[in-house]
């Protein structure tokens, strides 16, 4: 299910591992959003689900008693989205700003390096 729009998701792989299992076994959700994974042993499980454009999704230690179906919700996350911005130059503000700076800083100096900076002795 879209934790967004609450609405459950088709084509979501689902993957379960365990030390039970010689390998993983992975199924993908139907047109409801549901899946089946039949015929696991008894034991603990790790479920995946990953599907384009979401969040991958890990529920850890899902236990599973021996002859027994267990029913496993999940609530996918969109992707981020990440957008940068750039903006370069500089306002009347920003400019005006820098003035009463630039005109502090030439009050606050001694007035020796002062006078050099205006003959231009730096």
Do not use: C, W
Request: aromatic share 4%.
């Amino acid at each position: 299910m879209s934790a967004d729009s609450k609405q459950r998701l088709a084509d979501v792989v689902v993957s379960a591992t365990s030390p039970q299992l010689q390998e993983d076994q992975i199924v993908v959700t139907d047109a409801q959003g549901e899946f089946r994974i039949p015929n696991l042993p008894a034991g603990v499980y790790t479920l995946r689900f990953d599907k384009e454009s979401i969040r991958p999704f890990t529920r850890t230690n899902i236990q599973l008693p021996e002859d027994r179906t267990v029913r496993v919700n999940a609530e996918l996350l969109p992707e981020a989205f990440e957008e940068m911005v750039v903006v370069s130059g500089q306002s009347s503000a920003v400019q005006s700003a820098v003035e009463r700076l630039r005109r502090l800083r030439a009050h606050l100096r001694p007035r020796g390096v002062a006078a050099r900076e205006a003959r231009g002795g730096g």
